[in-house]
């Protein structure tokens, strides 16, 4: 049985920043400390990005940022200089100010004509960088995440047929409402993940927030993510608590 989600409710949304950039700088220097090495599934979106930029200041001055792998979880399909790509957004708010080297730092190749083939070729990086054995899943100190209105966590999306790949560890998704391949890192990579910390921020996501933490129907996509053997923080500000019936028992950390 996985341990037990922990969710923290922050004031606000500048709180909860805080909050997640002192879970980044702890699991990265403990991972430094005991393996040589900090291995990260960055977000997309827009809500990392004030996270990012704090690390990128004085909060993330005491990491050996040299050995801090980058990975991500999802990309848009889009060239790393497009303005809706992941990639980008990270590198601008955090990665172009920080001394992290090049070498370790794993986008995914969004800007191949077809997502499939970025896609395997990330699975590629993926089994290189791991050494992984056939069949075997990496496993990350750390994935951050984020979750849509509807639910969705990174390129996860309801109804989607990615939510259903139980041996790939990247594919190519075709998101019907945007009409477009998104590439993602699929379940099992992220519920192999030794921590998963989701940044949940404003008053859209209550109404998914609520559906995660209180329906019992079918599950949304970022009710799916449960590492098997690995630490869940939902960090989330106030307005994306606002819809949960009850938060007594919930550590609101004001
Ligand atoms: C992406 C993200 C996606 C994101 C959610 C929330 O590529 O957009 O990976 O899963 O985390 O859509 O996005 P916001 O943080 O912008 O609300």
């Known amino acids: 049985m996985p341990p037990a989600a922990e969710i923290r409710?922050?004031?606000r949304p500048e709180d909860l920043f805080e909050a997640a950039a002192a879970e980044f700088v702890s699991l990265a220097s403990q991972a430094v400390r005991n393996r040589g090495r900090f291995c990260v599934v960055l977000a997309g979106g827009n809500t990392p990005k004030s996270l990012y930029s704090l690390l990128a200041g004085p909060a993330g001055n005491?990491?050996?940022w040299d050995k801090i792998c980058f990975f991500w979880g999802d990309e848009r399909h889009v060239p790393p200089d497009h303005p809706d790509s992941n990639y980008r957004m990270a590198y601008d708010a955090m990665l172009s100010k920080l001394p992290a080297r090049p070498e370790n730092i794993f986008r995914i190749p969004a800007e191949q004509s077809d997502a499939k083939v970025a896609a395997s070729a990330y699975e590629q990086t993926l089994n290189e960088f791991f050494h992984?054995?056939?069949g075997a899943f990496p496993r990350f100190d750390l994935i951050l995440l984020g979750m849509?209105?509807?639910?969705?966590?990174?390129s996860l999306f309801p109804g989607t047929s990615a939510l259903h790949e139980k041996?790939?560890?990247a594919v190519a998704n075709w998101v019907e409402n945007f009409k477009t391949f998104r590439i993602t890192l699929t379940l099992p990579v992220l519920n192999q993940?030794?921590?998963?910390i989701f940044l949940v921020s404003g008053d859209d996501k209550a109404s998914a927030l609520r559906e995660v933490f209180e329906e019992m129907g079918e599950p949304l996509p970022a009710k799916l993510v449960r590492p098997l053997d690995g630490r869940l923080l939902w960090?989330?500000?106030?307005a994306a608590a606002g819809a949960l019936s009850t938060t007594a028992g919930i550590p609101r950390i004001l």
Do not use: E, F, M, W
């Open 235 to 238: 960090l989330v500000d106030r």
């Open 148 to 154: 849509g209105p509807d639910g969705h966590t990174a």
């Open 62 to 64: 005491s990491l050996p």
């Open 9 to 11: 409710i922050l004031n």
């Open 132 to 134: 992984l054995q056939a």
């Open 167 to 169: 041996d790939r560890l």
């Open 193 to 196: 993940s030794a921590c998963v």
